[in-house]
T-cell receptor, first 112, second 110 residues
Framework: DVKVTQSSRYLVKRTGEKVFLECVQDMDHENMFWYRQDPGLGLRLIYFSYDVKMKEKGDIPEGYSVSREKKERFSLILESASTNQTSMYLC???????????FGSGTQLSVL | DQQVKQNSPSLSVQEGRISILNCDYTNSMFDYFLWYKKYPAEGPTFLISISSIKDKNEDGRFTVFLNKSAKHLSLHIVPSQPGDSAVYFCAARNNNDMRFGAGTRLTVKP
């Protein structure tokens, strides 16, 4: 089975801090994704990557950036954290884009 | 705009009975639909899917029904078990674009 590992389960940061969320997958998947999950809104796509050094904006990229220097690793960066970025962040990967996703356990980020 | 809607935030069912989770969508270009299950403190896991060329797909206790004319899909769990208690997300795909509903929290009471 695919394992998608997110480096932190819980994070508490202050407004204005730069925040790094790390994600690693072990099944050689080309495609990796960052979602955020908010009550009543479901999962919304922030960014995705279909290859090393390639990235595409999702529905809500504002305030975020990503980095994919190696195939197995996809990082989400909050350049200057704000309180409205308090959320559950989920990383996912897939073998084929548009097919089923394999998710990590999530990072609950609180920005104070 | 929410193209995929799960209008019931929660559902409570007795063990052994049928659970029916519903999902409506607005985009007729969606061609593939998936259900994910999410336990607390875990990421969503894939449960079952259906292509738009079918109207039913079954996997053990789980069956997904698709009604394209009504733009509606449903997930049936028979019989429901306490271990099925989780949040269920439906998702729909158009080309490479995957859209998720807000989720329905299912509670199966012993």
């Amino acid at each position: 089975d695919v394992k998608v590992t997110q480096s932190s389960r819980y994070l508490v940061k202050r407004t204005g801090e730069k925040v790094f969320l790390e994600c690693v997958q072990d099944m050689d998947h080309e495609n990796m994704f960052w979602y955020r999950q908010d009550p009543g809104l479901g999962l919304r796509l922030i960014y995705f990557s279909y290859d090393v050094k390639m990235k595409e904006k999702g529905d809500i990229p504002e305030g975020y950036s990503v980095s994919r220097e190696k195939k197995e690793r996809f990082s989400l960066i909050l350049e200057s954290a704000s309180t409205n970025q308090t959320s559950m962040y989920l990383c996912a990967s897939s073998l084929v884009i548009g097919e089923k996703l394999f998710f990590g356990s999530g990072t609950q980020l609180s920005v104070l | 705009d929410q193209q995929v809607k799960q209008n019931s935030p929660s559902l409570s069912v007795q063990e052994g009975r049928i659970s029916i989770l519903n999902c409506d969508y607005t985009n007729s270009m969606f061609d593939y639909f998936l259900w994910y299950k999410k336990y607390p403190a875990e990421g969503p896991t894939f449960l079952i899917s259906i292509s738009s060329i079918k109207d039913k797909n079954e996997d053990g206790r789980f069956t997904v029904f698709l009604n394209k004319s009504a733009k509606h899909l449903s997930l049936h769990i028979v019989p429901s078990q306490p271990g099925d208690s989780a949040v269920y997300f439906c998702a729909a795909r158009n080309n490479n674009d995957m859209r998720f509903g807000a989720g329905t929290r299912l509670t199966v009471k012993p």
